[in-house]
């Protein structure tokens, strides 16, 4: 059963922004992990996933770090034609155009074909029929190296930035886009296949990006109490607290947050806002800089270690955000001894993510 059009929902859109009709969400094949709906493309639908900021949604940057892509497919037995499954590395309507992996699935072989980044003979294995299977794009992009996976089963790794058959030299490898494309010249009559549960998320590394520090280059601390380069206003340790994530960018996935440079002993409170208070600078509130502000939550309170550490594991308490939402999160802290304003607390660093 046809629901609607997947053309203008979220990232997707048709090839330069042509409104395909061919592209539908639908139950026809209810069973998926992720529930009663999955996207249909059918012959005409070449269809984009652009992380490109469309439809209102701000750009999302995927040029640095480890990510796994992920989605199911389901290629009902009887299949004709060819269908491509393929990752931009920069996608733009009109052009100009890049691809880092390509996929096809051939109905004449029963095969998902790969060039892995080669001229040589492609890389082949059965194509899993009538049941939802895997694929997955593992991305190091700092290491220019992708990993591919098909139905649990290795397929090949390669340097993106040199493209799907390795005769290109990107400036960059990056994720730009996803393309599902139906249309392979020759085969006019492909038969629909079905995608669902698209995923990317970030892999270990560092998330989001710190903000408003205490070290002189924005505002002013309150009583001249400038902390390290980077750090938040500085503490009766001499040194700044700092705020930090690790983790995946998905709402609901697996983060950890990480403060250092605090005052061992004394309690830590986690907290996160929809506003970053005055542009990002922050204003002066007890010994350190208010950073976050506006909607603020709670995520709970830690005693720092004798090293000044602490740290927070999703699922946090009051974890009220979704996908497309961008949070900035703060460290609020004791100082009772020394504190060098006198206020007797202090802040780290605000730390931003934007969750997808």
Not at 127 to 144: K, M, P, V
Not at 147 to 171: E, I, M, R, T
Not at 218 to 228: E, F, I, K, L, S
């Amino acid at each position: 059963m046809t629901l609607g059009f997947l053309d203008g929902q979220d990232r997707w859109h048709g090839w330069d922004a042509n409104n395909t009709l061919f592209s539908s969400v639908v139950s026809t094949q209810n069973n998926t992990p992720g529930g009663t709906q999955s996207a249909e493309i059918s012959v005409g639908a070449d269809t984009i996933c652009d992380f490109d900021a469309i439809n209102s949604l701000p750009e999302l940057a995927f040029d640095s770090g480890q990510w796994t892509l992920s989605c199911q497919m389901f290629v009902e037995g009887g299949f004709q034609g060819q269908q491509y499954y393929m990752v931009m590395n920069d996608y733009n309507d009109f052009g100009p155009y890049e691809w880092n992996v390509m996929l096809q699935f051939d109905s004449a072989s029963s095969n998902v074909i790969c060039s892995c980044g080669s001229t040589g003979p492609p890389v082949t294995m059965p194509i899993q029929f009538d049941d939802w299977a895997e694929i997955r794009c593992e991305f190091d992009l700092d290491a220019d190296n992708v990993d591919l996976y098909y139905d649990n089963q290795f397929v090949g790794s390669y340097p993106p930035s040199l493209g799907v058959f390795g005769s290109d030299s990107y400036a960059s490898a990056r994720i730009d886009a996803i393309d599902l494309y139906p249309d392979a010249p020759g085969f006019p009559n492909t038969t629909p296949v079905y995608y669902d549960d698209f995923s990317l998320e970030q892999v270990g590394g560092t998330l989001g990006t710190s903000f408003c520090s205490g070290d002189g280059t924005g505002t002013a601390c309150p009583c001249g109490n400038n902390g390290g380069v980077g750090e938040g206003c500085g503490n009766s340790s001499g040194s700044g607290g700092t705020l930090s994530a690790t983790g995946d960018s998905s709402a609901g996935g697996s983060q950890t947050y990480e403060a250092g440079n605090l005052i061992p002993g004394q309690p830590a409170l986690l907290f996160s806002g929809n506003n970053a208070i005055n542009g990002g600078l922050g204003i002066p509130f007890g010994d350190g800089l208010r950073c976050a502000g506006q909607g603020v939550l709670r995520h709970g309170v830690r005693s720092p270690n004798a090293g000044g550490d602490a740290s927070w594991a999703s699922p946090l308490p009051n974890e009220a955000w979704g996908p497309g939402d961008t949070k900035h999160f703060q460290g609020w802290y004791r100082d009772p001894s020394g504190s060098p304003c006198g206020n007797g607390f202090n802040l780290t660093t605000g730390h931003t993510i934007s969750f997808n």
